[in-house]
């Protein structure tokens, strides 16, 4: 399919329709036509009992998913796709960006495994992290806005359906706009940090971030960065020990360091305004008032503060 056809049919998008008490597939295939459609507000959904319906009219404006055995339904015979979602992720591919394809896969993947009951490969190999995993899974989610819709934990829902799968459908969509942004934010992120890395240590275990957030610092935590320090232009001056520094000692020690301290000759007055967390993890110059904590930009150069915390590193943290 062209991306041009896929991208005007999409803008003529006006209706969905899906299976009534819509499952997983069903709602991540209308989340990933809602979503390259724009996320229209007047875009209507219509339930059909499973398997009713008839194939889409794009050209008029309707979309058929995960029923109707059309172009996005996996229930024929002989049906190149795994799922609803497999089948719209297909057509929509012309018309997405790389980093689109690669976020929209996500949803794919899961859609692939739910529907064909092996969404419990997903979570861990341990026992108790498997059982969190779960509890907090998608799948999880789904079912317990299902449980708030329906009239008890074990009794479908046989009235109002079309209003309580609506009512699902919209606060699935909402969710699933959520992770999807947070997937773009990633491969944003990703592309910034060149230019957010001032400094790297030779040996790749601190670095200096000039005007970069707590992503950028994630980011470098999967790196094996052990301490990032940061600064920007609005004020805030920072080291985080990342949890690649398991072993390392807690920055209240790095606080306590002569090389820490001696970064403050000559300005003697800031020490005692640099404040520690409780947890050791992260250290910030800021001043407490009545109001709670301000953070400030710190008089210290950036490029010493990160070689102080280097030179911490290996002496105090062989």
Request: with cysteine.
């Amino acid at each position: 399919m062209d991306a041009s056809i896929v991208k005007r049919q999409l803008q003529g998008l006006r209706t969905v329709v899906t299976h009534i008490s819509p499952d997983i597939d069903a709602i991540m295939a209308t989340f990933l036509l809602w979503n390259a459609a724009g996320r229209p507000k007047g875009l209507q959904f219509i339930f059909v009992p499973p398997g009713g319906g008839e194939d889409s009219r794009l050209e008029e404006g309707w979309a058929v998913v995960d029923t109707g055995k059309g172009l996005f339904d996996h229930h024929q015979k002989n049906a190149q796709n795994k799922s609803a979602t497999a089948a719209v992720f297909s057509w929509l591919y012309p018309a997405l960006s790389k980093e689109e394809r690669s976020a929209a896969s996500l949803l794919v993947s899961y859609a692939n495994k739910q529907d064909h009951g092996r969404g419990r490969e997903f979570y861990c190999a341990d026992g108790k992290d498997a059982a969190v995993a779960e509890a907090m899974s998608i799948t999880a989610i789904y079912q317990s806005i299902m449980y708030k819709q329906s009239d008890g934990p074990f009794e479908e829902a046989s009235v109002h359906r079309q209003t309580r799968s609506l009512d699902t459908l919209k606060e699935m969509l909402s969710l699933l706009a959520g992770l999807y942004d947070r997937k773009l934010g990633h491969y944003k992120v990703r592309r910034e940090l060149p230019e957010k890395e001032e400094w790297v240590s030779e040996c790749g275990k601190v670095v200096l971030l000039h005007n970069g957030d707590r992503r950028h610092t994630r980011l470098e935590e999967s790196r094996g960065r052990k301490l990032v320090v940061f600064y920007n232009d609005v004020g805030f001056t920072g080291v985080a020990r990342t949890a690649a520094a398991v072993k390392c000692a807690g920055l209240g020690d790095f606080y306590k360091s002569s090389q820490f301290i001696e970064l403050f000759e000559g300005i003697r007055e800031e020490y005692g305004e640099w404040f520690v967390h409780y947890n050791g993890h992260i250290m910030s110059r800021a001043m407490k008032d009545r109001n709670g904590l301000e953070r400030k930009r710190s008089k210290l150069e950036p490029r010493l503060l990160a070689s102080a915390a280097l030179s911490w590193l290996y002496v105090d943290n062989p």
